[in-house]
């Protein structure tokens, strides 16, 4: 059912926790799965020099927020603002279907963050889809 990479995440997660007095803070969740994921950054002449999370949710939903800090850490803004639910779902080597929310709200979270980071009021963002993962929208596949 879930990767061996998926597993590892699961039962290793990398950079979890909080950074005090991060200058980036993203926080997404879904009100149809009850996964919430909360994202913090410490950003430097626009690099990602450490990034944490806080996740409440299901395995895959923490090995999503595992996978995706490990891939926005050391990256320029920019870079890490063009992660996708896809990219993250290929480092693990896929999820089942109806887990691929959680890739979504990954990437959700990460943007969420940058967004704080620029300034931007709105850091909380709802992923509230009412079909499944398969026809939702928001889901890069």
Known sequence: MYSEKVMDHFANPRNVGEIKNANAVGEVGNAKCGDIMKIYMD????????VKFKTFG??????????ATEMVKGKSVDEALKLSNKAVMEALDGLPP????????????????????????????HHNCTSDCESCPHVEK
């Open 43 to 50: 950003i430097e002449d626009d690099v990602i020099k450490d």
């Open 98 to 125: 109806e887990k691929i929310h959680c890739s979504v709200l990954a990437e959700q979270a990460i943007r969420a963050a940058i967004d704080n980071y620029h300034g931007k009021e709105n850091t909380n963002v």
């Open 58 to 67: 299901c395995g895959a939903a923490i090995a999503t927020s595992s996978m």
